[in-house]
């Protein structure tokens, strides 16, 4: 949901863009690079690491590092009857059910292609070979092209042809595809739909233009887009809605732009990560209770002496890689729902505070060497927490938490060794925080 949230923060963003200066432009292949990228952009800036991943927790001076949270699903058959759905799942049902007809819808429509491809009867005229079948109106879809030639004049036909075959050659089909399985992630989303139609109506623009600049007649090719439609609800290259709209833009006469303006897609970007940074609702670990949790695992004979930081000139690194995908692939791995927690319905989630040592150690500190490095009273300070995942939940036995704790902390303990943060060229620790969350399945 927090990926879905992010993609189409940015897709908004990216779009207001789009409308605001890309859209009087007369540049086709400039907006459909910018559209196309803009696509690309929001489904992958919201996976690229984010800048927001510092926050505080209690203590005066400390701060830890949260690493995104990872989930361990358990299937018990054993959950109470009582474990009811919840809103929020809920939606994630109802949408992913609108995914899946969606695509189911996509895919009947590729078999239906690639089935009248196969009974359509192929025809050669001036070297372009095309498909003619009376059910498909003229269209073209990759390497097919498809016009019925009785149902239109000669000048409409060989109108109809050249352009679709500047759509065939141009792979407009390409783009066509892209943005129908964008859509269907955010079919929610009006900007979505906004786009979706954007993105087809450029590649009509593309060909008309293309049609022009080959010294096709205007007039005479005003009149074929009025004879005939290009157009149903596929995914191949056919529209009749936007017929008005072409000829419109057919006979504006806008200044055409220049390649120069998709520099602005670098400050996009910029803002775009800022945006998704800020959606990071990174949180400190709550107490349950006031009661001071007891820590398993506990490192003896460790001092901490030295300050431990929260950010430093070069941060820690596992396996090779960055802690936030890295480490949660280790905890995925080898972390594993307790048994007796599933069996009776146990979720929540649970906090961990560690310590990556100067020498590449995971430390896990007790109450009291936590308490000595921010300087407070232990019964002030939390190493390891529990909190329902729900506000309103109820909060389970102490001992089934506790089992989510310990199975927390022993893989937490038994991380292999970091690379070691940097200050100045001199090894230090670094403290983190990292978030567990245990579902039902």
Same mark, same amino acid.
Not at 18 to 36: G, P, Q, S
Not at 256 to 267: A, H, V
């Given at each position: 949901?927090?990926?879905?949230?992010?993609?189409?923060?940015?897709?908004i $963003?990216?779009?207001?863009?789009?409308?605001?200066?890309? %859209?009087?432009?007369?540049?086709?292949?400039?907006?459909?690079?910018?559209?196309?990228?803009?696509i690309?952009?929001?489904?992958?800036?919201?996976?690229?690491?984010?800048?927001?991943?510092?926050?505080?927790?209690?203590?005066?001076?400390l701060?830890?590092i949260?690493?995104e @949270?990872?989930?361990?699903?358990?299937?018990?058959s054993?959950?109470?009857?009582?474990?009811?759905?919840?809103?929020?799942?809920?939606?994630?049902? $109802?949408?992913?059910g609108?995914?899946?007809?969606?695509?189911?819808?996509l895919?009947? #429509?590729? +078999?239906?292609?690639?089935?009248?491809?196969?009974?359509?009867?192929?025809i050669?005229?001036?070297?372009?070979?095309? $498909? @003619?079948? =009376?059910?498909?109106?003229?269209?073209?879809?990759?390497?097919?092209?498809?016009i019925?030639h009785?149902?239109?004049d000669?000048?409409?036909?060989?109108?109809? /042809?050249a352009?679709e075959?500047?759509?065939k050659? %141009?792979w407009?089909s390409?783009d066509?595809?892209?943005?129908?399985?964008?859509?269907?992630?955010?079919?929610?989303?009006?900007?979505?739909?906004m786009?979706?139609? @954007?993105?087809?109506?450029?590649?009509?623009?593309l060909?008309?233009?293309?049609?022009? =600049?080959?010294?096709?007649?205007p007039?005479?090719?005003q009149?074929?887009?009025?004879?005939?439609?290009i157009?149903?609800?596929?995914i191949?290259?056919?529209?009749?809605?936007?017929?008005?709209?072409r000829i419109n833009?057919?006979?504006k006469?806008?200044?055409?732009?220049?390649?120069?303006?998709l520099?602005?897609? &670098?400050?996009?970007?910029?803002?775009? *990560?800022?945006?998704?940074?800020?959606?990071e609702?990174?949180?400190?670990? !709550?107490?349950v209770?006031?009661?001071?949790e007891?820590i $398993?695992?506990? +490192?003896?004979d #460790?001092?901490?002496? !030295?300050?431990? &930081?929260?950010?430093?000139e !070069? *941060?820690?690194?596992?396996?090779?890689?960055?802690? +936030?995908?890295?480490?949660?692939?280790?905890?995925?791995?080898?972390?594993?729902y307790?048994?007796e927690?599933?069996e009776?319905?146990?979720?929540?989630?649970? &906090?961990?505070?560690?310590?990556?040592?100067?020498d590449?150690?995971?430390?896990?500190?007790?109450?009291?060497?936590?308490?000595?490095?921010?300087?407070?009273?232990?019964?002030?300070? +939390?190493?390891?927490?529990?909190?329902?995942?729900?506000?309103?939940? !109820?909060?389970? %036995?102490?001992?089934?938490? #506790?089992? /989510?704790?310990?199975?927390?902390i022993?893989?937490?303990?038994?991380?292999?060794?970091? %690379?070691?943060g940097? #200050?100045?060229?001199?090894?230090?620790?670094?403290?983190?925080?990292?978030?567990?969350?245990?579902?039902?399945?």
């Amino acid at each position: 949901m927090l990926y879905l949230l992010e993609l189409n923060l940015v897709m908004i $963003l990216f779009f207001t863009v789009y409308k605001l200066i890309f %859209e009087k432009d007369k540049n086709f292949l400039v907006r459909r690079i910018y559209l196309i990228g803009s696509i690309v952009l929001s489904m992958v800036i919201p996976l690229m690491p984010s800048f927001r991943t510092v926050a505080p927790v209690t203590g005066d001076g400390l701060f830890t590092i949260h690493l995104e @949270s990872i989930n361990v699903f358990s299937t018990a058959s054993s959950v109470p009857s009582s474990h009811s759905l919840t809103l929020i799942q809920w939606l994630g049902i $109802l949408y992913l059910g609108m995914v899946w007809l969606g695509f189911s819808r996509l895919v009947i #429509q590729l +078999v239906l292609i690639m089935r009248a491809a196969r009974r359509a009867e192929k025809i050669d005229r001036n070297g372009i070979s095309y $498909l @003619s079948h =009376r059910r498909l109106h003229a269209s073209s879809f990759f390497g097919y092209i498809f016009i019925d030639h009785r149902q239109v004049d000669q000048d409409t036909f060989r109108h109809i /042809l050249a352009h679709e075959t500047i759509h065939k050659l %141009e792979w407009h089909s390409i783009d066509r595809i892209l943005v129908e399985l964008f859509f269907l992630m955010n079919w929610f989303n009006p900007v979505a739909w906004m786009l979706r139609r @954007s993105v087809i109506e450029n590649l009509e623009y593309l060909a008309d233009s293309a049609m022009l =600049r080959n010294g096709t007649d205007p007039v005479k090719y005003q009149l074929s887009i009025l004879n005939q439609y290009i157009g149903s609800a596929s995914i191949n290259n056919q529209f009749s809605s936007q017929i008005k709209n072409r000829i419109n833009m057919l006979n504006k006469n806008y200044k055409l732009g220049s390649g120069w303006k998709l520099t602005i897609l &670098f400050p996009i970007i910029f803002i775009a *990560m800022v945006l998704v940074s800020c959606t990071e609702n990174v949180e400190a670990p !709550e107490k349950v209770s006031d009661q001071p949790e007891e820590i $398993l695992a506990a +490192v003896p004979d #460790q001092s901490f002496d !030295e300050p431990v &930081f929260r950010v430093v000139e !070069e *941060m820690p690194t596992f396996q090779g890689g960055d802690p +936030v995908v890295s480490f949660r692939k280790y905890i995925a791995q080898n972390i594993h729902y307790p048994v007796e927690a599933a069996e009776n319905g146990v979720t929540g989630k649970i &906090f961990i505070q560690f310590i990556v040592t100067k020498d590449g150690e995971v430390l896990v500190p007790d109450l009291e060497t936590w308490a000595k490095i921010e300087g407070k009273p232990m019964d002030e300070v +939390v190493v390891i927490t529990y909190r329902t995942m729900e506000k309103g939940q !109820e909060v389970p %036995e102490d001992r089934y938490i #506790q089992l /989510l704790k310990d199975e927390v902390i022993r893989v937490v303990s038994s991380s292999p060794r970091w %690379e070691p943060g940097k #200050q100045r060229g001199q090894s230090v620790n670094v403290a983190f925080t990292f978030p567990v969350n245990f579902a039902m399945q």
